[in-house]
């Protein structure tokens, strides 16, 4: 008889087999969730490198926030663009022409004609007039002309055209983001606690606007003894939390930083790697819209981790 064969024909054995797979499944599943909430000095080391990595390109990338060089609010109606004089929606650069197109904003709606040819939507060549912006459906496609690039966003009742220079000086000469040290201590475990339903917290912003922003819930963490609470918003398949702190205002920026994590695991733990909290774009740019931390994520805590407001 083989002592290392198991014969599913039997209930029992079945039985036993089913409850061996589950548990080595579950152990499994343990042991990655453990291995993934704690982690050596080392692995933090190189996962840390590699996501700094990962941010300067986010930085410098197109879409990214260095190249940003405007942001021109429209009125109803129509609204030219060019490097000319007295321009709705002025080009700072001689290199473009002093005309490129018109927005007509009407209702929810805007559409753009161009007034030289080369202009692209989407990579496509634009010809006549087209709707460029629509608050109900969501539309915003990204324009291109030469090394211009715009797109139209929406904040409140306003709407703007973001203007993007890709060969812009200061992408060339960017070096980093200045941050603190390193500290594996500042990864912290926290756990999740849902809203249910999910919670309207007013957010504002550098425009001085508040909007009505839903909350998935709040993260806890420990920190020098003594418990703190976050509140939790959703970006993607990440948490987001916008948060301001002791350093706020002096190292960091003053309007707080932002800090993404990945969403709970099945216990509701979350990890905050406070070594990864980052600017918000209003450090690299006037042209951003920011969103400001809510005053229940103000937190009486110096946390010495992450980017701090100076970058080179």
Not at 20 to 48: K, N, W, Y
Not at 62 to 89: C, H, K, Y
Not at 219 to 240: H, I, N, S, W
Not at 282 to 294: E, I, K, Q, R
Request: hydrophobic share 40%; glycine share 8%; aromatic share 10%.
């Amino acid at each position: 008889m083989d002592l290392y064969a198991i014969s599913l024909n039997s209930p029992a054995n079945r039985s036993v087999f089913l409850f061996a797979l589950l548990f080595l499944v579950f152990g499994l599943s343990c042991t990655t969730q453990e291995s993934r909430l704690q982690i050596s000095d080392s692995e933090h080391e190189a996962d840390m490198a590699t996501w700094e990595d990962l941010r300067r390109e986010a930085l410098t990338a197109e879409d990214g926030w260095l190249n940003l060089i405007g942001l021109e609010w429209l009125t109803p109606g129509l609204n030219r663009m060019g490097s000319g004089e007295a321009l709705e929606v002025p080009l700072p650069h001689e290199a473009f022409p002093s005309e490129l197109g018109v927005f007509d904003w009407s209702a929810h709606q805007v559409f753009f004609e161009a007034t030289v040819d080369g202009v692209q939507m989407d990579g496509q060549q634009v010809v006549g007039k087209v709707l460029v912006f629509d608050a109900d459906t969501g539309l915003s496609p990204l324009m291109a002309f030469e090394s211009l690039r715009w797109q139209l966003i929406q904040r409140g009742d306003r709407i703007g055209v973001r203007l993007r220079h890709l060969d812009s000086e200061v992408v060339r000469n960017f070096q980093g983001v200045d941050r603190f040290p390193r500290q594996i201590g500042w990864r912290k475990v926290g756990m999740f606690t849902p809203y249910e339903p999910h919670k309207l917290v007013p957010l504002a912003n550098v425009l001085g606007q508040t909007l009505p922003t839903p909350a998935l819930g709040t993260v806890d963490f420990e920190a020098e003894g003594k418990r703190f609470q976050l509140d939790a918003f959703e970006e993607g398949e990440e948490l987001f939390l916008i948060f301001a702190d002791e350093s706020s205002g002096r190292s960091t920026y003053g309007g707080g930083r932002y800090l993404y994590a990945e969403k709970p695991d099945a216990e509701g733990r979350v990890i905050l790697d406070f070594n990864k909290a980052i600017n918000p774009p209003c450090v690299f740019t006037p042209f951003a819209t920011c969103p400001l931390p809510p005053k229940q994520n103000i937190v009486e805590l110096l946390i010495e981790a992450g980017e701090m407001a100076t970058y080179q």
